[in-house]
């Protein structure tokens, strides 16, 4: 842990420590120069293989030929984070700002299980959590159209919130108040034990999941459960009536021929440094995405 | 339930009887001055603990440790909706109307279970339907633009009635011509046990649900499943193509920047007293969403 | 069946034959006359009960108790739906015509099943058949909106037709593919027996239906079916769009407060005779609903 | 397999061997003369009889009484593959070109099977690959709207392509976390075993396909699979609103009367020898559909 806060100062006695910060600083935040290009593709294929390791490992029939080599791939992928993160403290302009931001947490938490797992075993399966971080490289894709794409995916979802937050509470009270009526009906022998499973139940019955761990076996519990999925049907038509309508209208008619340009920022107070989100309206003082001030 | 109407009147001698009841009115039925929010918002949470209350109760590993903590504070619950009933009579400007209102209704049927279940055990699971209340409480929201959205959504539902009514109608006929067909078919072995089962199990199937507790076993059963699965696929995108339509239409390509204003209703005539809906036209006669009359 | 046909002729000799024919015509095939409308609506309700009258003799609890009553009331609605038959033909302006179309058809087959179980038993399941001619009765909801709602839906879906089509074979072929893909992954233990089997898992999967009864067990058969599962994402998009576009280019932008007019036909030429479905071009010869000739 | 290459050459003497080949090569890859029309419907039909020998194959039933039948017909449509596939080679215009192309390499698969069972029995399954064929024979559709229908569809998903990359980058992310939570949750007797296992059920249940094979227990478990489900409502919003969108922009809203006018290419540049798509622009160098080069 001390190691990479302590290696780069004494490096390079001809240039001074400040520039060797703000060339770590490119490299590591930025996704704008090839070097900064190259680190955010070689952290996402190191990411995806630390994760693939964990996943692999909780597979028995794995663990049990490959256990060794795995545990030795876990160490030395958290090495590495651990020499990342530590160069992202080190380079940070304002540290304490990037320790408390939401990536900054998300790397430690995709840290702490490794070394935990010394002391507590078992520990080590959290740490899937470094696919969360999987988000932070999206940004290398920002210089292509994709990251325009999430933008504009994100961006309908952020609008239709209010409308998805009335839909969400609508369908939790349906679910209450049928989940209720079911475990009256049907009973405790059909599955139904209590209201919270009557709501799981419900849950899983107007979203179309329909597992069949639960399921009505009275005549007037499978009438009101086929009401339900008639019910369904339309309430499932509402959220995506919402988002298509905001896709639709965000992007009307585009005049033939015409590339949906990407426009280039080219200034650097667009960007927030903790998570790379872009775009940020002039004055913004907080990051969209991730919340974390922005300079 | 003497105690909530007997004890308004007597209350500050200085102050007549009916400024207190305007007074409590405006508090109660109103959600525009800061009184009627708070109000509004504490009944919300009020009515969210006691359903939960309620909910917990059914949980039988639960309701051995805590019953006895549970059972008081349902008694609490009711007692405070009691006094908010009594009130709302006593304020109310038409009492009777009031009474037989849809929510009128529903304040009442929220408050007898408890009552019920001195007599007859088992009634008090009846209470979640308070979870209904819980629909009134949504016009404190209306201030802000989540009401907006709603009033949008059952827009856009409403004028969508009839294209659905047709669209379940045919649903229905599928379902009944076709789940005939599979209790031919499959018959008794494959739980196919009679007419309205077999429609039971193409509802399931034509929805997507799929619980699995009733499935085709033999080769034409399901090959007839499979041809239901796909037209399930068409009828799935009706709905949603007819509510996307009315969404896409009625706000059909907003004009950069322009925020979506929700007009400020300056008069009175136009909110229902009883559910708190608004945007009623100028001579309206009924509510359009309880159906009570409007002054 | 000799009784309906031979009772109208001999019925009131002051008037002619040649008028009451068109009399019964009127009320029978149109729903424009206070007659014909009173009629269509008899026969929607009539049809209804003997529906309902089928599936409740297949719930065996019901038919044990109240099965003679049952027998009786199936009798007694094929004794009117016969007559009405006669009548049918009787008045048809060209009989055979009539006899042939799809409605002509269906109306025959609704009574063959209560007259052949006096020979074969178990028949009379075939009766619900009669649901279908639920179908003709939705002309009597012509006069109001409903009828143009669903000719709108009619008509997004004939356009789409073409595009459901090319989505209908590629889900097949796709189907065919990964379902034969299972059956060599997975094999019979896991109830792939055969690749027809394999086809219909592949179509549950992919209809998101999901029943559960054939189910992936090995790693490589789960992994192609969460592949599967997310193609069907995609897949489920397509015809809900294409409904959806239909729908939106079909009724684009409403000018606020215009009423959907519904133009009246004052012709008959336009109206099909033999279903009652309407707005065919000047010249056309077939009606496009049932594909019987067009006056 | 030697016969096909070598019996076109010798035939008709009074024919040279260029113009025989030509007129091969207009009968086998184009579509547009009568004798083209006809290969390709024969080529369908052949290819549809020839997968449904294979899938009948694999039901034991039938393999038990039909057996040698369905062998005999496998060899007979393989022999016919075969001269065809030879036919190929020898009238196209780039051989080698022809023959690495992607529908190139689909017909030599297509009949590898039936040789490789004389050596390895069961080989033959593989033979459902013949299914893929079928997708070349669309373009005898070419000729009326349905290709255009189908160009208009795919047109619509490669739009959405890249929006649908990050949404299948965010499904399986959230698959993973959650996959991985409901492991730590649920552990191995509720059927979670690895977190592999974990994303599968995350899948399945996202997608609302549902098996019920792997269910929560537990109800934290319960809880979290619900709050997946009304997720996965959003999740599944996104696609569908996606290619809505993109259908809607594409076909805006058609001047009543104009008909979908598919123009004719009346060059030859402008279609692609191995899978037969059309519509590339002037200079396109490599086919938009199957990649192979175009002339």
Known sequence: MASPSASPPPATPGLDAGALRD????????????????????????????VVTVALESVESVAVRHGTTLRVLEWFYTALFSVEYGLRIYSARRRLRYVVSFFGIIDLLALLPTYLSLFLPGMHTLLVIRALRLLRVFRVLKVVRMMGEAHSLLAA????????????????IIALVVGAAMYLIEGIEAGFTSIPRGMYWAIVTMTTVGYGDIAPKTDLGQFLAACLMVLGYGILAVPTGIVSAEIVSHHPVPPPGASEAVPEDDEDRAMCHACGAMDHPTGANFCYVCGSAVD
């Not at 955010?40 to 190191?46: N, R, Y």
């Not at 952020?158 to 939790?172: E, Y």
């Open 157 to 172: 979802i952020r609008i239709s919130l209010p409308k998805i937050s009335v839909f969400v509470g609508a369908v939790v």
């Open 23 to 50: 060339r770590i600083y490119i490299v590591i935040f930025e996704a704008e120069t090839p070097g900064g290009k190259l680190f955010d593709v070689a952290l996402l294929w190191l990411i995806v293989a630390s």
